[in-house]
Every structure is written in C-alpha cells, then in structure tokens.
C-alpha cells in the first residue's frame, strides 16, 4: 500500500448522462457494451492528459490529476481531459446509434492521498472536501456541461472562457460555493509585457562598488523581492563582481527553522569575522569576553564576573559595537562585502544590529547587502529612522523579462523549444518557478508544463527514485539548512550519498551540511508529508538534538505536537537565559506557555515567561504571564512568585496601592514556606514603593526587613540591595550620614561578592551623601570610580546616574560652568535610554548653567523642557526644585513668583528631603536677588527646622548666610556681622563651595 501524503489534487467527475434512463429501454447486454466503450473512451483520454482513474461508481468515472505523480498543471490538465470527452461523445453515440452527453464536475484542494482499505481489499484513493465538492459540481452540470471551482478557473485563464454562474449552497460546505462553468479552448492568449531586467541593478551595485571602494567608504544595500525573484541569485552575483575589484566577501543566511545556531545573526556573524581576521584578541577585553562567548569560547572567569553583571540592554548594544569594531577590522586591509540573506526572519535583536552595523559602514571600505522579502518589510521607518549617519539603498526586483527568461531557458537547455516557451509564459518573470519548470522537464516529466511552485516541486519529486524522495522528505523537516550527520542520522543510513540531489540542483552544499535550493522547495516537499508522517519523523528529530541543542529539541517536538513540548521550552529558556540571550529566552518561555495545558507546567511556564520579560524590561507581556501563572490556581510558592511579579510590573505602571496589596498577599505564604529570599525580595520591593510615596518611615521599615531576611538567607545579592535599600530609606528622610553608612555597606558587599551590577548606582549614591558634608571633591572622586564601574560592564543607565550625579554636586557646590559639561551629557544619555525623570533633573542644571554663562534665552528654554518632563513623569520627585531654579533664571516676573508658589505647595505634598533642602535654597537665592530679606530669613528658618533633629554642614552653611546677610540689611554698620561673614565665605572657599556673598 503506497504511503500516505498531503497534495493538491484536482478531482473529475464525468457522468454519462441518461444511461439508466437508457438501460432500462435496451438489451442489458448491449448496455453494458456501451457502459464499456463509454469507459474505455474517457478513461484513455484522462490517462493521455496525466491522470490517473481512482474508480468507476455505476455510469461515473472518478479521476485524479495530481496524485500519485504531479506534473504541475494538474488543474488545467483535468479541463482539458473533460473537453476531450465531451468532444468524443458524439463519435460514440454514432457508433451505438443513441443520443450520448457526459456531465463533468471538477474542484482542487488538499487532500489525503494514501493506499486504503484492508488486508482483503486496498487500493490508492484521495479523501478530501475537493472530491465532494467535484461530485456536487457534476450534479449540477447539464448534459455537455464541465462546471469548475473558483480554484479552477484561476489556472484556466488564458486557456479557456469560462462563465459564471451563481453561488450555490453545496451539502458539506459552509458557505455557498461560486460555481464556473468552462467554455471553449482560446489557447495562450495571456498578454506578456516586458520589465526591466537585472542589468540595471548590476551596474548599481558596480557603481556603489567602485565609489565605495575609490572614496574608502561602504554602503548599505538592500534588495527586496517576492520569493524566487532571484534576490540570492543577485547576492551571488554581487559577490563575483566584489571579488573582481579586490573585495572580500562573507555570506550569512538567516534561517526561519532549523540550523540550530545557524538561526543567530550574531554568532553567525562573529565566526566568520573571527576566522577572517584570525582571532579577536584586538578587541578591549569586555568585547573580547562577549565575542568568546558567541564563539562558544571559555571566558576568563573575572571577565565572565564582569559579563554576567551587564544589563540586557546594554549587553546587546555591546555585543553589536563589538560586532562593528571586528567588521571594521576586517576591513582594513581589504574592501569586504558583507552579504546577509533572509533577514525577514531576523528577531528585533538582529535588525537593532543590522541598524548598527548599517550605522557603521559610511566610515569602512564595506559594502552591506541585505535580501529580504517584501511582506514582511523589516526595514520599515522606524528602522531607517534610527540612522544616524548610514543611509540604505534600496533595490526592488521586478519579475525579469521575456528576453532574459529566454536566456535562462537556452542556458538550463538549448532544445526544449515549445515546452520552453511554455514554461517561460507560466513562469510570469519568477525565476526560481522557471528554472524548476525547466528542470522538471529534463528530469524526465513528461507532458507540459506546472504553475504552481507547489506542483512543479511534486512533479520533481515524483520523478526521483525512492531512496532519494525519501530523504528529502526527511530533510524537509530538519529545516531549510541542516547539518549531514543529522540527515544521515535521521535515515539510519551513514552511508548516505547526497551527490545526486545536489546534481539536481535540489539542495545545496554548506559548511557541515546542505541547503534547500530555496525555501520554497523545502516547504513544497514539508507540505505533502501527512500529519502523522510529520509527527513522527519531528519526534525523532527532537531524540536526535535532545542533549546538543535545546531549542531544535523544543522545537521539533512542538511541531510534534508532542505534549512534553512545553516544558522542553521551559528548560530552552533557562538555557537561553543562563547565556544572556534574554529576547530569545522570553520568546522560547511565551512559546511554551502557549502549549502548557497541566495546571502545574501552564504555572512554571507563565511563572518563567513572565521573568524573562521583566528582565527585558517588557512588563505588559510579563504581567500577563504572571496573572496567568495567579489564575492556574497557583499554591504555596508558586503563587508567592507570581504576586510579587505582579507588584513587579504595578511598579513599573505606577501603581503602588496594587503592588502593595499584592506584596500584603505573598508575603505570608513567603513566611509559611520558610523561603528567605523571596521574604527578602519582597520586602525590598516594598521599600522601593514607600521611597516613590515618600513614606519615610514605612520605607525604613521595609528595607530593615529585608536585611533581616537577608541575612537569615546568607544571600550576598540581597543583602547589598537591602543595604543599598536602608540608605534610600535614610536619603529620603534627609539622614545623609547614616544613609552614607548604608550605602557604603552595599558598597563593599557587592565589591567582596562581584555583584558589580549593584555597585555603579550605589557607588553614586555614596558620593551624593558626600554633599551634606561639604564634602564635594570626596563625593566627586566616588561619582568617578562609580563611572568606571558602569563603563566596565557597559552599564548605561549607571554611565547616566553618574554624569547626573556629578552635574548634582557641582550644582549644590555652585559650581556651574563645570557643571554644564556633566549636566548636558546626563540629559541627552537620559534622553536616549528613556530615564526622563533624570532627563528633567539634569535640564535644570543645564539650564542654570546657561544662566551662569550669560546665555538667558536657551536658561528659559532648558527651564520650560525641565518643568514639562517633571510633570509627564512625576513631578514630585524634584519638582520643587525644579521650580525653585525656574524662578532664579526668570528673575523678578510674575511667572517666577508663581514658580515659587507652587514649589511651595509641591513641598507640603511630599516629605523628600533634598526637595525640601533644595527648594529653601534657591528661594533664599531669589529672595535675595529681589531683596525680600524677610522671605529669606522665613526661608531659613524653615530650612533650620526641617534639620533641627540631625544638622547637616552644608545646610547650616546656607541657614548662617542667609541669616547674617538678612542681619546685615539691617545693620550695615555691625564689623562683628561682616567678620562672620568673612569667616564664613572663607570656609566656604576652602571646599570650594562657591557662594555669594553680596555686602
């Protein structure tokens, strides 16, 4: 019994029409001598136009064109067999003396074509809504009628009239059904019209060669087209007219499925730069670390430390920099062309450093080739605006033309005249559909021609011999590229030559394996495999790569349907994830989720997807995965985890009522399991979410929980961001020396344990501590080493934290020429990653820094783009501030009063202290340049009560000038007020605290 498969066939169904009427008036021997003769005629007329008969019911006869050998133009072959007949029918009815018509009904779809039946009786048959549908259709049709499907007509144009007839509801089908009924034979009529062929487009890419190559500069390039357009072909070409003019060339090809590794751009892309340029041990030792590990290289384990600690993002913008870095390298001795295929399958990562690389080009002799296709567009607008300085030319490939489509028939075969012509016609400029036609003739198919890539792959494949039909079936399911051992693994057959099929140009030879000669062939074949066919040979693909390859094993057993699937992308992620591939990892963790269908695995897997996403900074997906992980009816720690992933993401939306509900809920179930961590991890949330309230108290609380637990748990991560929590605490509260010991503990513990992601920010923090001590230049020289650390794991945000530390102490030192510099880096820095709440922070000290240097109109502008972003991201953070400043840059307008009015009404809204600190100090500042000495002593008389409990130096500094400058209004005379505040202007110069004093 022939093995089942899934092809489209075309099914025909011819009656004879009136027999039994007819039967019943004649001799039954001379009816069954017609009923013969009528069979004997329309069945050697079906096998003569390619199809084979699947049975005779009664006076039918039901036939198939397409199964078991394709030949392409099934659909057209079936109609042209039915005009036959009905064509023959009146030399038969001459011939018995009666009056005979036939009644034809065809429809094409998918079916199962397979050996049915028992071990008594079995024969080749279809099963499929296309042969209902053709015998309604023959029901329907009147004596010398053909009445078609839609899908029919869509292969007859040019062929044949066709006329429409009504839509008709059609038992077994759920809509009504349109029903065409064919027409006379009008031979190839279809119009042709020429299009411009590849010659333009090879002196474009010859010109930008040559520029590039003249002028020391790259381009890049990408070519679009619709698949089998000849976007490789051209890449190919590319690459021969490169070699001429001294260039060197890489290929890379992103792969939808299968491949393994072979599917990442990145890794791709480093071993062949690696081998090219002979090593990576040029690049600075982070870069070389991230280069090793896409190489698959051990990293040293101090570098490792330092890997381990980069943040998501700024790994990938470190691994793409690196990737250019390593690319320009290999350019400087040699031109290079870098050829990248498919890159509508690249994941969001890919294209970033596409952008990157693109970015990089305009300044090395490179020339980047892209080929995509044209839905989906990857290159789209947002993609182009990320540019900076590169620009993409952009190649749009049209079918070719007739004169070239002859030119490919005379160099595939000089002789098949007609057939070429044919070919030529159905191929409507594709060129892979051409060359396949083509082949598919020379293969040995007999007959004309296919127009449907479908079709003229199954007609190829019809024609091989079984061992090799069999392999590129198995093939098929590895992928579009596969590794040879895997391919003769999977055939049990070690001895396998694969020779024949790369003369036939089916496949092509890679580095380790083959390659579909296009993705089409591959899904061609892939879609004739029955389901079960499928499932099994993908199970034993995921036996093959379950200890070499997680994400292949997940994969193949997905498409297994396999119910193990979900959990083998479970442990994919984790994989994933342990080698910083978060983007993949989430993906693969959402993949299994959706297949998850046990309550427990639906929990572990949405539990995991919805880590994975807050590590990448994607909390609407990764709240959705964990209220899923909530609603699977979640127990004990499960649920715990889900809750605090959930307050996780309330934090990040803002909504901190929520979050701390939810934290009120896990956390009891954190204390029943006895889990530390978690009671830790939850407790440091909390105290996260009273520092955004501004609840001191409540924050101080949370944070000296979380220690505890810490410590119970020995945890060195918890313990340094419990200390690093406890000193937030204290800043909030305006307690600087203490909040310095806390932060300093984090200091240390992250310094002995190598959690060097946690030591830039705290580092910072330390410094900014340094500024209640008039401690400025300490606090300076900390911000440094803090920026050293962030710069070493290429952690951006802490890079910005600490130029916006820096810019906040020059500010408080009044140092503002010195502070403009880090002032205007912070702020573009925030700008760029998205921290707007420092982009404000840092506007406003650029802004007074304007001032400061005489430039008033952009002090006004810079003031006014502060406010904004304060009051988008929330303005009580350092609103107060902010205002306080606007009204010394505007001077004395009523605009400037009212910046103070409502700084004062932000203070009485918040209990941060630097809002309070700050905001006294510039309104002293502006009480002063007006001088309303009275609002100055109220200002600090103000500033005195707020630190009565815990004095700081650099706020008594600001109370005593203040104060004896407002005296000293009153009594210009008193030597004793001038004296002090001589004294105190000089210890204000021997920090460098650069205040005026006006006498």
């Not at 406890?726 to 503990?745: M, S, T, V």
Request: proline fraction near 4%.
């Amino acid at each position: 019994m022939m093995g089942a498969e899934r092809r489209p066939v075309s099914v025909m169904f011819v009656d004879l029409a009136g027999y039994t009427a007819l039967a019943g008036k004649v001799d039954p021997e001379e009816a069954h001598a017609l009923l013969a003769r009528f069979f004997a005629l329309a069945d050697d007329i079906i096998v003569q136009c390619g199809g084979r008969i699947d049975k005779h019911i009664g006076d039918n006869v039901m036939a198939l064109f397409g199964a078991p050998t394709a030949h392409g133009d099934d659909p057209r072959r079936a109609v042209s067999a039915a005009q036959a007949i009905h064509a023959a029918m009146p030399a038969l009815a001459a011939n018995t003396g009666q009056d005979l018509a036939v009644h034809i009904g065809i429809a094409v779809g998918e079916v199962l074509a397979s050996g049915l039946g028992s071990s008594a009786h079995s024969s080749y048959t279809v099963i499929g809504s296309a042969v209902n549908l053709a015998a309604r259709l023959m029901a329907l049709a009147k004596p010398g009628e053909t009445l078609v499907s839609a899908e029919i007509v869509r292969h007859l144009d040019g062929y044949y009239t066709v006329e429409e007839r009504s839509a008709q509801s059609i038992k077994g089908m759920d809509v009504p059904v349109d029903i065409y009924r064919v027409g006379d034979a009008i031979g190839n009529a279809r119009e042709w019209k020429p299009i411009v062929g590849r010659r333009a487009e090879l002196r474009q890419i010859s010109a930008l060669l040559d520029a590039g190559k003249a002028d020391n500069a790259g381009n890049a390039l990408l070519v679009r087209g619709v698949p089998g357009i000849g976007k490789s072909h051209l890449a190919e070409e590319a690459a021969r007219l490169a070699r001429q003019r001294g260039f060197r060339s890489i290929c890379i090809r992103i792969l939808d499925f299968g491949g393994g590794a072979e599917r990442d751009l990145h890794r791709q892309l480093a071993r062949a730069l690696a081998s090219m340029t002979g090593g990576i041990d040029h690049l600075e030792p982070l870069s070389r670390a991230l280069f090793a590990a896409l190489l698959g290289e051990a990293v040293e384990p101090v570098l490792q430390q330092r890997v381990d600690a980069i943040g998501h993002m700024a790994r990938h913008a470190m691994r793409a920099a690196a990737l250019a870095d390593m690319l320009a390298h290999a350019a400087s001795k040699q031109p290079l062309l870098l050829v990248i295929e498919d890159i509508h399958w690249a994941d969001p990562n890919g294209l970033s450093t596409l952008a990157v690389l693109a970015d990089r080009v305009p300044n090395m002799p490179i020339m980047l080739l892209m080929t995509s296709r044209l839905d989906p567009d990857p290159i789209d607008a947002a993609w182009r605006a990320s540019l900076r300085q590169g620009h993409v030319v952009t190649i749009d490939l049209a079918p070719i033309s007739e004169r070239e489509a002859q030119e490919m028939s005379q160099q595939i075969a000089a002789d098949l005249g007609q057939f070429a012509e044919e070919c030529i016609a159905r191929a409507e400029g594709n060129p892979l559909f051409l060359e396949q036609l083509l082949r598919s003739r020379l293969s040995g198919e007999p007959g004309a021609l296919p127009d449907s890539l479908q079709n003229v792959v199954l007609a190829r494949l019809d024609q091989l011999p079984e061992g090799e039909r069999v392999a590129l079936q198995v093939a098929s399911v590895l992928g579009q590229q596969f590794n040879a051992a895997d391919l003769t693994a999977m055939l049990d057959q070690p001895d396998f030559d694969a020779g024949p099929m790369l003369r036939r140009q089916l496949l092509r030879p890679v580095p380790d394996g083959y390659l579909f000669a296009h993705a089409l062939i591959r899904d061609g074949i892939y879609s004739a495999l029955t389901r079960e066919r499928r499932r099994g040979l993908h199970r034993k693909a995921a036996a093959l790569y379950a200890d070499k390859d997680p994400i292949l094993h997940a994969e193949h057993l997905d498409r297994a349907e396999a119910p193990e699937a979900a959990l083998a992308y479970h442990r994919a992620a984790i994989s994933e994830a342990t080698q910083h591939h978060l983007d993949r990892a989430a993906r693969l963790a959402g993949r299994g989720l959706e297949l998850a269908r046990k309550v427990d695995e639906r929990c572990q897997l949405a539990l995991s997807s919805g880590r994975r996403h807050l590590d990448i900074g994607n909390a609407p997906a990764a709240r959705i995965a964990f209220q899923i992980a909530l609603d699977a009816d979640a127990a004990g720690i499960d649920r715990c985890r889900a809750l605090i992933g959930l307050a996780a993401c309330d934090r990040q939306s803002g909504d901190i009522a929520t979050a701390l509900d939810r934290l009120a809920m896990a956390e009891p179930i954190a204390i029943t399991v006895g889990d530390m961590v978690l009671l830790a991890e939850i407790n440091y949330l909390r105290g996260n979410l009273h520092f955004a309230r501004g609840a001191g108290e409540d924050c101080l609380e949370a944070h000296s929980a979380a220690l505890a637990a810490a410590k119970a748990a020995n945890e060195p991560e918890w313990l340094a961001r419990a200390e690093s929590g406890l000193g937030d605490a204290y800043y909030l509260q305006g307690r600087y020396p203490l909040a310095l010991e806390h932060f300093r503990a984090c200091v240390d513990i992250a310094e002995t344990f190598g959690l060097l992601r946690i030591l830039p920010t705290n580092r910072c923090m330390v410094g900014n501590c340094q500024v209640f001590q008039c401690r400025f230049d300490d606090g300076l020289k900390e911000i440094h080493q803090a920026r050293q650390s962030a710069l070493l794991i290429g952690d951006r945000f802490g890079d910005m934290f600490g130029l916006e530390s820096a810019a906040f102490i020059l500010m408080a030192a009044r140092r503002w020429r010195d502070a403009a510099g880090p002032a205007e880096a912070a702020c573009h820095l925030a700008a760029e990653i998205g921290a707007r709440r420092y982009e404000s922070i840092t506007a406003i000290i650029l802004a007074m820094s304007r001032k400061a240097a005489g430039d008033d109109h952009s002090a006004i502008e810079l003031s006014t783009r502060a406010l904004r972003i304060a009051e988008e991201t929330g303005i009580g953070f350092a609103g107060a501030l902010i205002e306080a400043i606007r009204a010394n840059i505007l001077g004395d307008v009523p605009e400037a009063r009212q910046a103070i009015e409502r700084g004062e009404t932000l203070l009485r809204q918040t209990s941060m202290a630097h809002s309070h600190i700050f905001f006294r100090e510039f309104a002293i500042d502006w009480s002063m340049a007006r001088g309303d000495w009275p609002q100055v002593e109220r200002y600090a008389g103000d500033l005195a009560q707020f630190t009565a409990a815990e004095p700081l130096p650099y706020v008594e500094m600001i109370i005593d000038r203040a104060r004896l400058l407002a005296r000293l209004q009153r009594d210009q005379e008193n030597a004793s007020l001038k004296q002090q505040i001589a004294n105190l202007s000089a210890q204000a110069r021997a920090v460098d605290f650069r205040l005026s004093f006006p006498v």
